[in-house]
């Protein structure tokens, strides 16, 4: 599905749980035989792949439970913010079951300088203030009746943005749920929305060359 850099070396490589058996013989055909150690396949010239489980479901302690867990069916709550733009919805397994998106202006930074650059911060903040407010209220409406059905909540976006969302008060039964990864996601919109679907219920696997 996609690959990104890891810190300290190797890349990320997210699969889908229906391609995990397919993308495991593929490894094997390309580094030859492996073993398993926990969550981890070492192949036969040293090559690694460290599963981990999605969000949403619980440790596993061998390869084979954690695919069987990614495949079961879950129902995650989605959020992405960026500026803003703040996207909501609700994912059952692969499909996106209730959605919303909203736009709010807010100003981007500015070269001036003095009293000018510090009204334009003021301004900027305040805007970025009533985005996120605008953003609780979404949430706390498509996401709050159904927290008990939640199996995690995946965010997506700014990080600073997201944060200011789930500050509210009345969503800490989701912040509580929120998985600890942020899916890079452009501005949100409902195609971006529906997209990120397969990013919430990848599996992230660490792969290590020789």
């Known amino acids: 599905m996609g690959e990104r850099a890891a810190a300290g070396g190797g890349k990320w490589v997210d699969v889908a749980p229906e391609r995990l058996a397919r993308w495991m013989e593929n490894f094997g055909a390309r580094h030859g035989a492996y073993r398993e150690s926990g969550l981890t396949l070492i192949a036969a010239d040293g090559a690694s792949a460290e599963l981990s489980p999605p969000p949403g479901v619980r440790e596993a302690e061998t390869v084979a439970e954690l695919v069987r867990r990614a495949q079961e069916p879950r129902r995650l ?6 500026k803003g733009a703040v996207a909501v919805g609700i994912a059952e397994g692969a499909e996106l079951v209730a959605s919303k998106v ?13 009293w000018s650059q510090q009204r334009f911060a003021r301004r900027r903040d305040n805007q970025a203030k009533a985005a996120a407010a605008d953003g609780a209220g979404i949430v706390g409406r498509i ?12 965010t997506g976006g700014d990080r600073s943005a997201i944060d200011l969302i789930l500050a509210a008060p009345p969503l800490a039964p989701l912040s509580a749920l929120r998985d600890g990864r942020v899916l890079d996601v452009p501005e949100p919109r409902h195609a971006v929305l529906v997209s990120a679907v397969a990013g919430a219920r990848a599996v992230p696997i660490l792969v290590k060359e020789p």
């Open 102 to 114: 909203d736009t709010h202006y807010v100003q981007g930074r500015t070269a001036a300088g003095g």
């Open 77 to 82: 709550g989605l959020l992405l913010a960026r």
């Open 143 to 154: 996401l709050l009746p159904e927290v008990r059905r939640l199996a995690a909540l995946v």
